[in-house]
Every structure is written in C-alpha cells, then in structure tokens.
C-alpha cells in the first residue's frame, strides 16, 4: 500500500518549486502545481511503475471570485488501480489567463472532462483537438458556474443571501 | 471495416455494357440524424453519423439536451434537498444516487452510521442495481428484436418499484433516506417483499437467460459487436460493467467499500472483449450477485437503530418536536436549510448502475455546498461510442449504445 508521505516525498523530489499546498483532506492526498509542470506530473504519475496511478477519474473546475491571482481552480483526480490510491492534483489559474495544457494526449477520457470545464467555467485547455461546449448551446456568450452568476435574480431583495449560507 | 474494403465498397466501377462510358460511382456519404428523439437513443441525445450505404464512416454525438444545471443549483440548496438533485441523474437506480450522495455527506460531517441503517441501504442499492441492469438487458433484447425477455423482466421491475413504495413511499425519483441514516425504519411489509421478491425473481432471471444466453440470433447479433479492449476502454474511463466486460475487474464496492460491503460476500463478473454480449452477460451476472447480496443483507440485519446520533442533520420523530424544545428547534433549523456544515473537501465514489458515480464535494461552511461536482460515469464513457461504432453497421450501432446503458438523465446533469 503507497502512503500519502511516501507518494507526497517523491513528488517533491521529482518537481521541486513547481509543487506545493500539500494537504491530505480525507485521506485523500491533494496537491497543487504549477499550470506549466500538470501535465509532467500527470504522466510521472502515469508511468512511474510502482504507482501506476494511471485511470483519470474525473477533471472539474472551481471558481474562487475573492483570492486574487488564484481565482480558477482546475482539479484533477486521478485513480491507481493497482495501489487502490487516489490523487488529487490543482492547478490555480489567474481570472487574466485561463490557460491550462491539455490531458487528453495521456487520457482519452479527458476530452469531454475538459469540454464539460471549458464550458462551465470558461478555462481554456491549449492543445486540445475539439474544444467546444458540450452542455450548453454554442450561442451562448457567458460560462455559467462562475461565481458572479448568482443562481436567483440578483435584483431581488425579498431574498437575502445570508439567509441561504452565502 | 478497414478502409481498404471501404474502398473497394465505395469506388468499384461497374463495367459498362456495350461501348458507353464506364459508369462512375462517386463515393457520397449520407448524413445520419440518429436522435435527439429517436426511439432507440432511449433518452434524449443525438448521434450525428456519417453513413455510407450501411456502414458508418465517422459519428459525432450532441449532448446536453435535458442539461438541468444540477451543480449550479447544488450551490444554493441546504445539503437535504440536493438528494432530489440526485434521484434525477441515474433516474434507473435512484437510490443508489441517494446513497451516494447521503455517504459523502456524512463523511463530511464524520457521521457514523449504525449498521441497520447502512444493511438496510445495502438492500435498496442492490435492489436499484438490479432494477437497472434488467432495464438495460431488457431493452438490448427490444433492440435485438426479441421483445418477451423484456416483459418477463419489466414486470420484476414493477415489483421493486413497489418495495422502493413501501420503503420511502415514491417509486422513481424516490429521494430514499436521510443524511445519517434512513428516514424509517424497514417495515414488515417490506420485509416481506424483499423475501418474495428473492426468491420469485431468481426464477424469472433464469427464464430470461434460457431465452438469450445461449440464442443463435442473439448471439449472431451481440458477439464481437461494438468491442472495446481494456486498455481502450480505461484510457476512455469506462467504469461499472462496461469496463468490468473489458476485463478489468474494478468494483468500487471492493476496492474502497463503503455501507458495510465488506461483510458480504459477492464475486466481480468480468468479462473478456468488452463486446456487447459481454456487457449483457456481466450485468447479468451482476445480478445474480446483487441477489447474493441482498439475501446475505436481509438475513443478518442487525439490530439496532436505523439512524445515527446527529440531531443537527437528522430529523427528531415527530412526537419528539411536539413535546421537547431541542427537537422543535433541530426540526425548525433543518427544514430552513439553518444548519452550517464545516469546511472540508471530500470526494466520495460508489458502484453506481453504470460505474463509479463521484461526489466531489467542498464546502466553505456555509449552508449550501461552495462546490458541487458529480463524477457521472455515462458522460465520461459515452465518448468512446463514434469508436464502437464506426465501420459497423446502423443496426449494430442502436445494439451498441444500448449495452452501453446511457442515461440521458446522468449524461446530461
């Protein structure tokens, strides 16, 4: 069984400064990277023969509005199925540059994963063959999961937000 | 088909008779609208194929056509009423969705649940397991031609739905449960319909393998159509039965049990080419198992409460808000949505009909989640399908996409 520390100790290893914000929420080993060395770090992980962290469970995305500098965040959770360890690997991205390399030339699944974030959030993944939205109409102008989209009219003042936790 | 044979499909030249010129057959492709609702898509998406003659050339799918925004709206809903969210995705095995989501609540609040509870909701997962694999082979019969399996199997389905009834009063999105447990206790009713229905439905099953397993039509229609080799399918994320067909035996109810399967005993189907035959004999299979499973479930159901300690998120019993101060404010505070959750980030699996279905949860503290993402196995396997498909006919296309159980409900959020 691959510990936390242990898979932790060697990344830091392997990508030094590019590494950081180390945390185990859950038992679930998180790590953030620098957007240039995601994808080295995605195929270290891939093909480094005592992980074999090697299936793609899903990629999303997460806006934070109020951390400037780190306001979009790209989250990517990856699977050993030999090891029965899980990864989770972020990547913050400024709101002025919402670029972020492809995965899909080391996982085929990522393809729709990064269709689904581009659209939801609006992050674009350079390199990838199709980038499109996928669940809401092409026409449409704006990327929807993004904080500054409140869910209900914001001109209304019978609901205050405090009252729903936001 | 190679595009050799392509070629020679699409470019021989009839020879003329007598001495005109030789007639020039161009190679024109026709365009395919396979959906949005088409009868055999079973929900709504829309394949857009490249045919020519018979045979696909290339596919391209449209999806998002009931894309109901369930993560956006997740962030303004107290952790209760997501559920219903839920019951909407798979709507072929909602209680597993509900489960799921439940679990991934309480490990965010680090609820631990008795295990009554977490047996009774064994018994329901399985139960929706079955409900959807049978739909699923059943309507591959449909689509093979061969309408009775189906109707052996559906009138099962009517007889689950009915314990759901019995057990949380709806029937399709059945919102079963609460976070810390279920919302009542099993009754003897239902106790009773479990029983009936395993050892009625053992029967009907072995009915409906008589009638394809071993079927020369079905067997000339399914093997070797709309393969997919393991380290394909992986790259693609198949996961569920679709990837277990491709001999892969991943299982998330062994790999990371979760509701105590660890204390039942069950195998994991694989198959061996990933082909629509092995697809349906896996779920099949699966069956059988989910059968192994609930009978193992109900027969050491523990005793013991249904719902764990944890005021804050569970319900008090109705007497208790009527007659105790503690109570009323709980109740008054959960059915608002009052109640704060701590921060955290938690990514939670489980087996769902089609694959290992993710929560992935963060939470600021607030009363609604600040992120909610589900990991859907039908939208992240369904973009192997123009590759299952192409060079092979129309109709083993329709045999393909229905092995693989795509639910527009799950694809689409």
């Given at each position: 069984m691959l510990s936390n520390e242990e898979v932790a100790q060697t990344i830091i290893q392997q990508f030094g400064d590019a590494v950081s914000d180390f945390d185990d929420p859950f038992d679930l080993?998180?790590?953030?990277?620098?957007?240039?060395?995601?994808?080295?770090?995605?195929?270290?992980?891939?093909?480094?023969?005592?992980?074999?962290?090697?299936?793609?469970?899903?990629?999303?995305?997460?806006?934070?509005?109020?951390?400037?500098?780190?306001?979009?965040?790209?989250?990517?959770?990856?699977?050993?199925?030999?090891?029965?360890?899980?990864v989770r690997v972020k990547v913050y991205l400024s709101k002025d540059d919402l670029h972020v390399p492809t995965a899909t030339k080391l996982y085929l699944s990522a393809n729709w994963m990064e269709r689904e974030t581009f659209d939801l959030f609006g992050i674009i993944f350079d390199g990838h063959p199709d980038l499109r939205r996928i669940l809401n109409m092409e026409e449409m102008d704006y990327h929807p999961m993004r904080k500054e989209y409140p869910l209900e009219d914001a001109t209304r003042e019978d609901k205050i937000d405090a009252l729903f936790g936001r | 088909m190679t595009t050799d044979e392509l070629d020679i499909?699409?470019?021989?030249?009839?020879?003329?008779?007598?001495?005109?010129?030789?007639?020039q057959y161009v190679n024109e492709l026709t365009t395919l609208n396979l959906g949005p609702t088409h009868p055999a898509t079973h929900g709504i998406f829309q394949n857009i194929l490249q045919m020519d003659g018979e045979k696909i050339v290339s596919g391209e799918q449209t999806i998002g056509y009931i894309h109901r925004a369930f993560e956006k709206i997740a962030e303004r809903r107290p952790f209760y009423q997501i559920t219903t969210l839920t019951d909407r995705m798979n709507y072929c095995s909602s209680p597993i969705n509900n489960m799921g989501w439940h679990m991934t609540v309480e490990k965010l609040l680090?609820?631990?649940?008795?295990?009554?509870?977490?047996?009774?909701?064994?018994?329901?997962?399985?139960?929706?397991?079955?409900?959807?694999?049978?739909?699923?082979?059943?309507?591959?019969?449909?689509?093979?031609?061969?309408?009775?399996g189906f109707l052996y199997l559906f009138e099962e389905r009517e007889n689950i739905y009915e314990i759901y009834?019995?057990?949380?009063?709806?029937?399709?999105?059945?919102?079963?449960?609460?976070?810390?447990?279920?919302?009542?206790?099993?009754?003897?009713?239902?106790?009773?319909?479990?029983?009936?229905?395993?050892?009625?439905?053992?029967?009907?099953?072995?009915?409906?393998?008589?009638?394809f397993n071993r079927n020369r039509i079905f067997m000339d229609r399914t093997v070797?159509?709309?393969?997919?080799?393991?380290?394909?399918?992986?790259?693609?994320?198949?996961?569920?039965?679709?990837?277990?067909?491709?001999?892969?035996?991943?299982?998330?109810?062994?790999m990371n049990p979760y509701s105590s399967y660890q204390d039942f005993e069950f195998d994991i189907p694989v198959g061996q080419s990933?082909?629509?035959?092995?697809?349906?004999?896996?779920?099949?299979?699966?069956?059988?198992?989910?059968?192994?499973?609930?009978?193992?479930a109900i027969n050491n159901l523990p005793e013991g409460p249904y719902y764990a300690d944890a005021p804050q998120y569970y319900?008090?019993?109705?007497?208790?808000?009527?007659?105790?101060?503690?109570?009323?404010?709980?109740?008054?505070?959960i059915v608002m949505g009052e109640i704060d959750a701590p921060v955290g980030e938690v990514y939670h699996a489980v087996e769902g009909g089609n694959g290992e279905l993710g929560f992935y949860l963060i939470s600021d503290g607030g009363r609604a989640p600040y992120r909610l993402h589900f990991r859907r196995?039908?939208?992240?396997?369904?973009?192997?399908?123009?590759?299952?498909?192409?060079?092979?006919?129309l109709s083993d296309a329709i045999v393909t996409m229905s092995s693989l159980n795509v639910i527009a409900g799950e694809l689409d959020a």
């Open positions: 080993l998180t790590v953030s990277v620098t957007r240039e060395q995601v994808i080295p770090l995605i195929q270290y992980l891939k093909e480094q023969p005592s992980y074999q962290i090697s299936f793609l469970t899903d990629i999303t995305g997460v806006h934070y509005p109020d951390s400037s500098g780190r306001e979009f965040c790209v989250v990517y959770h990856l699977h050993s199925f030999i090891n029965n360890f899980r | 499909a699409t470019k021989t030249n009839v020879p003329a008779r007598n001495d005109e010129t030789p007639v680090g609820i631990e649940v008795p295990k009554r509870a977490q047996y009774i909701r064994v018994i329901m997962m399985e139960l929706a397991r079955i409900a959807d694999h049978l739909i699923c082979n059943g309507i591959l019969g449909v689509d093979t031609g061969a309408f009775t009834e019995e057990v949380c009063g709806a029937r399709l999105t059945t919102n079963m449960g609460r976070i810390g447990g279920m919302e009542r206790d099993l009754s003897p009713t239902a106790i009773r319909k479990i029983k009936e229905f395993l050892v009625r439905y053992p029967k009907v099953l072995r009915e409906f393998e008589n009638l070797d159509v709309g393969g997919i080799s393991a380290e394909r399918a992986l790259s693609y994320g198949f996961t569920g039965p679709n990837l277990r067909a491709a001999g892969v035996d991943y299982d998330v109810r062994v990933g082909d629509t035959y092995d697809r349906f004999m896996v779920r099949n299979e699966e069956m059988w198992q989910s059968l192994r499973i609930i009978e193992q319900l008090p019993p109705k007497q208790e808000v009527y007659k105790n101060m503690e109570a009323l404010i709980y109740h008054f505070k196995p039908c939208f992240i396997y369904y973009q192997a399908f123009p590759e299952m498909c192409v060079g092979s006919t």
